[in-house]
């Protein structure tokens, strides 16, 4: 096996396109300066095979906490220390730096969601309490919102709506936005602890998952819960934080979930069971992402460890490791 030499780098986010292609955005948090990298891989055999994760990757100035692909699969944009989204091309499977950028953030960019309608219009959330939407296209910040009063530390927005999305933070709000209302902003109830993470399912657009710092994920319909119904299901999945979850594209009642007590998670909304678990990071686990059509997924964490899981529903095998 091939080893993919990444020296003081701290994997932050993987992150699958429609056609199984994955990105790899991590942070040096050890040396003089925190820089960070980003990576383009075909598939997981592509990662083991890689002689020097340095010969493909584009480095950061600062930090990538956050990363997404665009509607134009050959764009990536990333949400990095110095609050900049950075937009960055593939060309013949190495990254190249597009040299476009929004500066939308006065402080670290925690989390980034793309918005529908294929406009490559981009909601960020940060450390300096701002929900901001910008437009890479245009390369400006198109509006800024101070709907929460400490960091915000997730963002997720609806599968279809290209006006609504959702925010969690610090000050203990999840918070629902419409921007097609002259107060975008509502409290969602009836949710208990700090909220870390946030996912919305792509298959069933009602149905939205939480994470806590107390380790629990909650799944509810987002329609029920903005009109205050309670509606949620608890599930006690973790010891610390949840760091990222994830609907499986394939099955909406299956989740995906990670946690700084470094272990993933893969639980039945329906059986309310967990259905596959593995302990195999050493440190943080800040990634996850499933596969667009295969049931399996990847994680990613602060061990500089990037992990292929095969879920199933009967008996799940064992996650396959590459620690380098």
Known sequence: MSACLVPLHHFQVVAHNKDG?????????????????????????????CPNLEMISCDTQSG?????????????????????????????????????????????IVGVALLAGGNETIVSVGL?????????????????????SDAVLAVVSHPTSESIFITSSRDGCIRLWDTRKPRPASNLESHVGMCTSLAWSSSNKDKI?????????????????SENQSCLQKFQLHKRD???????PWNCNVVASASEDTSVKVFSV???????SSSQHTDYVYGISWHPSKPCLLSCGWDSQLLLHHVTTDKPSAGIVAAF
Do not use: P
């Open 21 to 49: 292609w994955f990105l790899l955005g991590s942070s040096a948090l050890t040396g003089k300066i925190w820089d960070g990298r980003l990576s383009v891989f075909s598939d997981y055999d592509d990662y083991l095979q």
């Open 64 to 108: 990538v906490n956050d990363a997404l692909w665009l509607s134009d699969e050959g764009c990536l944009v990333a949400g990095t220390d110095s609050g900049c989204l950075k937009v960055y091309r593939l060309k013949q499977k190495t990254v190249d730096d597009a040299e476009t950028h929004v500066q939308a953030h006065d402080d670290v």
């Open 128 to 148: 300096d309490s701002k929900v901001v939407i910008s437009s890479i296209r245009q390369e400006r910040v198109l509006h800024t919102y101070r709907g929460h």
């Open 209 to 225: 998952a939480t994470g806590c710092q107390n380790g629990r994920v909650c799944i509810t319909d987002w329609r029920k819960w």
């Open 242 to 248: 949840v760091t990222k979850l994830a609907f499986a």
């Open 270 to 276: 329906t059986t309310e069971s967990t259905i596959y």
